[in-house]
């Protein structure tokens, strides 16, 4: 008898079965969060969850030569997209769109917290109809990087809010839209009380 864990979801009298996967699966063009583990010669490593470490070239970067290398350290935390994922190759990942620009990739700034948290939950935050970040954003000041590969990224301006927020992220995973907005205004009133 066949068995899978996870949640079960029912939409329009269809029961599905959301798989809880342990371990990251990379797919060819998602954004990720990762951390370099390692530098050797031109390619750095980083760990992005999944079963082998991607590979990043310093010539990745937005106006990256061999004269102007990025500066990326042991330990960065970094946003990139994936160039190769395939079951027969390592991953590899690149900083730059199609345009050669940033948009938004690279190193992220120091300050800030990374978690890991299920993909579903990085689907909610990201989909067009979720009003988590419009109605955090709408009390606080944050800065907020996910990654399909179950991880996220935020900035604050201090450690209460920044904990608060992760907090409140992590439990929204279950929640509707309204219970959000409310669980937002309630943790904005109890922050502004410290």
């Not at 029912?10 to 583990?37: A, D, F, M």
């Amino acid at each position: 008898m066949p068995f899978a864990f996870g949640s079960t979801n029912c939409y329009q009298k269809h029961l599905t079965l959301v798989r809880v996967w342990l371990q990251y699966v990379p797919v060819r063009s998602e954004y990720v969060i990762g951390i370099v583990t390692a530098k050797a010669g031109d390619i750095f490593r980083v760990d992005i969850g999944g079963s082998e470490h991607a590979t990043l070239s310093y010539l990745a970067f937005e106006g990256a030569t061999k004269r102007n290398r990025p500066i990326v350290q042991i330990g960065d935390v970094l946003y990139a997209k994936l160039l190769v994922a395939s079951k027969d190759m390592e991953p590899e990942l690149v900083c730059v769109d199609g345009h050669g620009k940033s948009s938004g990739m690279g190193v992220l700034p120091d300050g800030g917290l990374m978690f890991q948290t299920s993909i579903n939950l990085i689907r909610k935050i990201l989909s067009p109809s979720c009003v988590l970040c419009k109605s955090l954003g709408y009390n606080f000041q944050f800065e907020l990087v996910a990654g399909l590969n179950g991880r996220v990224w935020i900035r604050c301006r201090d450690v209460k809010q920044t904990i608060a927020i992760r907090n409140a992220i992590l439990l929204s995973e279950t929640m509707t839209n309204e219970e959000i907005e409310l669980m937002s205004r309630k943790l904005a009133d109890a922050l502004a009380t410290f």
